[in-house]
């Protein structure tokens, strides 16, 4: 079994920042990408940062310049900082990643993190 666990939502100012962690676990062969998604209430899940097992990153047009991803290969974890924060990024963050397992390969998903950003 694997597990992805998120942490570091919460709420937020406008402008204000917040770093989100997910840390993979379990049978763990090869990580391939890690990745954040989001899902604002009555909007489709979108990508919000992928990066990718060689450290290759790739951002939604509303998250460059204000998100940066990056991991930790020796712990599994991926962040999230995220600065100048608006209220549209207001989301539940999903930790996304593609992971061999001795079994095969396939895509895990967290339970997700509230991210508010309200005055």
């Known amino acids: 079994q694997v597990q992805l666990v998120e942490s570091g939502g919460g709420l937020v100012q406008p402008g204000g920042s917040l770093r989100l962690s997910c840390a993979a676990s379990?049978?763990?062969?090869?990580?391939?990408?890690m990745g954040w998604y989001r899902q604002a209430p009555e909007k489709e899940r979108e990508l919000v940062a992928r990066?990718?097992?060689?450290?290759?990153?790739n951002y939604a047009d509303s998250s460059k310049g204000r998100f940066t991803i990056s991991k930790d290969n020796a712990k599994n974890t991926v962040y999230l900082q995220m600065n100048s924060l608006k209220p549209e990024d207001t989301a539940v963050y999903y930790c996304?990643?593609?992971?061999?397992?001795?079994?095969?390969?396939?895509?895990?998903w967290g339970k997700g993190t509230l991210v508010t950003v309200s005055s």
């Open positions: 996304n990643a593609n992971i061999r397992r001795l079994t095969g390969i396939r895509n895990y």
């Open positions: 379990g049978s763990i062969f090869t990580i391939n990408t």
């Open positions: 990066i990718t097992n060689d450290g290759s990153t």
